[in-house]
């Protein structure tokens, strides 16, 4: 009886001996590369997002970039286009109306007479008048200018003062001596409203 309680004892410590030299080690061994596999694949998978969260920014800057670029283009085409509709609308309907008007109204000798009136009675009153040259619209009739200006005007004017411009209606006063010319001509009351119609015009357009 003793005996075999002495090969139960061998066995026990033989079996202790391989759990101590083989078992637990292997145990803490596969413990601990777990706990470093769980490590990586943690550090593997925040890398993962960072790269994620970095690809996705880099990807928004991007489209923001062509959307940006997208609406300056498209913004500057619109512009362009409504530049060409303005010019187009301006060339062909607005520009020959309003001087065809203005021709028919400057067409008119008394009209044109007593507008040469009221700009040598203001020049009188400045002080201006000097040494004045009266050029006319090539297609007014001189002779008859000269006999519906006032008297007054007709006398501020030197002899052989009127002469004929190149303009088919309209006239041209200089102070000749004081460097001073006064244009009132279809074209340039055209271009003067032009200029102010424009920016509403373009104002119009663009809203």
Not at 28 to 55: D, L, M, P, V
Not at 97 to 123: G, M, R, V
Not at 144 to 161: M, Q, T, V, Y
Request: aromatic share 4%.
């Amino acid at each position: 009886m003793q005996q075999h309680a002495s090969g139960d004892e061998r066995l026990a410590a033989i079996c202790q001996v391989v759990r101590n030299e083989t078992l637990d080690p292997a145990l803490k061994e596969a413990e601990e590369i777990r706990i470093e596999a769980e490590r990586e694949a943690s550090t593997i998978k925040e890398n993962a997002r960072k790269e994620a969260e970095h690809i996705l920014h880099e990807a928004r800057k991007e489209r923001e970039t062509q959307q940006a670029s997208f609406s300056s283009a498209l913004e500057q085409a619109t512009r362009q286009a409504l530049d060409v509709i303005r010019q187009q609308i301006e060339q062909e309907l607005f520009s020959p109306q309003l001087t065809a008007l203005l021709e028919e109204e400057f067409s008119n000798e008394k009209k044109s007479a007593q507008l040469l009136d009221l700009i040598i009675e203001n020049l009188q009153k400045e002080g201006l008048e000097g040494n004045l040259g009266v050029w006319l619209g090539n297609r007014l009739a001189k002779e008859r200018i000269a006999k519906e200006i006032a008297k007054s005007s007709l006398k501020a004017i030197p002899k052989d003062g009127i002469s004929v411009s190149d303009h088919s209606y309209g006239l041209i006063v200089k102070v000749v001596d004081k460097h001073i010319s006064i244009e009132i001509t279809p074209e340039s009351i055209r271009d003067l409203i032009a200029g102010f119609l424009r920016s509403e015009f373009r104002s119009l357009l663009y809203t």
